[in-house]
């Protein structure tokens, strides 16, 4: 057994402790860190193992894709205090700020997304704004993000061995 697959999450890249949340995919067992690591992959599994025969993936060969973005908040006031502890078990999150009731967030889309991060931080009580134009604007980013994720995930790597 090749135990080197084994000592870090194909996402994140961060070593495996004791937690190891597992899934099959081409026969062959692979391990997450957690919940939010194990979805990526399960959505988008070339964009970490590169494509049957290829033996490259865009995550080795890219290392990250840098996106900053912004989420409304419902109530920026109220939620300022509990954004460090909602955004502590969260993946791919490099920096965050709030700015004018704007939620600025810069990420990893190979980790996260901007939706990713939104659900999340409904999972931890804090509301993005449910104004229409918010929704609609968030509704394309996450079309536009998942295009993108598939794109990447569907590239022939060149050069790469
Ligand atoms: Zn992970």
């Known amino acids: 057994m090749d135990t080197t697959i084994f000592n870090y999450c194909p996402v994140c890249e961060m070593k495996l402790e004791n937690q190891l949340i597992p899934t099959e995919y081409l026969d062959v067992s692979h391990f997450f860190c957690s919940e939010q690591c194990r979805r990526l992959f399960e959505n988008h599994p070339h964009l970490y193992i590169g494509l049957p025969g290829s033996g490259c993936a865009v995550k080795s060969r890219l290392k990250k894709v840098s996106r900053t973005?912004?989420?409304?908040?419902?109530?920026?006031?109220?939620?300022?205090?509990?954004?460090d502890a909602a955004f502590t078990p969260l993946m791919g999150v490099e920096h965050y700020e709030l700015c004018s009731?704007?939620?600025?967030?810069?990420?990893?889309?190979?980790?996260?997304?901007?939706?990713?991060?939104a659900d999340h931080l409904v999972n931890h009580d804090i509301q993005t704004s449910a104004r229409w134009y918010h929704l609609l604007r968030l509704s394309?980013?996450?079309?536009?993000?998942?295009?993108?994720?598939?794109?990447?995930?569907s590239?022939?790597?060149k050069g790469c061995h």
């Open 101 to 117: 009731g704007r939620l600025i967030v810069a990420y990893d889309l190979l980790q996260v997304s901007l939706k990713e991060v």
């Open 69 to 83: 973005n912004w989420l409304a908040l419902k109530n920026p006031d109220k939620s300022s205090e509990s954004l």
């Open 140 to 153: 394309y980013i996450n079309y536009v993000e998942e295009n993108e994720r598939a794109n990447l995930e």
């Open 155 to 157: 590239q022939t790597p």
